[in-house]
């Protein structure tokens, strides 16, 4: 069962990570302050992170100390959480890669294809291959998957 700590303090700090975040998405700061809070909200989310995992390995140390069962398996280990972690950052970070090949290619391609028709087949190859990034990535991800 979770304690009050466990679920109010994933809160709080996702709140803090986003509250930099709220009035540039309102409209209401100015270029420089919105790039101040965007440096804020990734600096925080890192400082979060490095948080988390320091939080996790002091309490391992914890419970090795007291002589209390250590999971010895790899159900419920830090490494099979790290696996999802990288399964998610591959499809996550593959996804983000597609959708800025297809960004940059698709509006070339329909540009192309209505100065000439025939150039149809030779753009629509473009735009798929920056899709195929994102199969690939979730490809990936589905291995470690596997793995764990």
């Given amino acids: 069962m979770l304690s ?24 209401k700061v100015t270029k420089k302050s919105a790039k101040t809070r965007l440096y804020t909200h990734i600096s925080l989310f890192f400082a979060l992170i490095l948080f988390v995992f320091i939080w996790q390995s002091s309490s391992l140390q914890v419970f090795a100390a007291e002589g209390e069962e250590v999971v010895t398996g790899f ?20 996804a983000l890669g597609a959708g800025v090949a297809v960004a940059a290619a698709a509006p ?10 025939k ?27 596997n793995k764990l």
């Fill in 4 to 27: 009050t700590l466990e679920i109010i303090l994933p809160l709080v700090l996702v709140v803090l990570i986003t509250l930099p975040l709220v009035k540039a998405f309102q409209g």
């Fill in 75 to 94: 159900a419920g280990s830090i490494a099979q959480g790290l696996g999802f972690i990288g399964a998610a950052l591959t499809t996550g970070m593959s």
């Fill in 108 to 117: 070339a391609a329909i540009g192309a294809f209505s100065e000439n028709e």
């Fill in 119 to 145: 150039n149809f087949g030779k753009s629509l190859i473009f735009v798929a291959l920056g899709e195929g990034v994102a199969i690939y990535g979730l490809l990936i991800s589905i291995l470690i998957i």
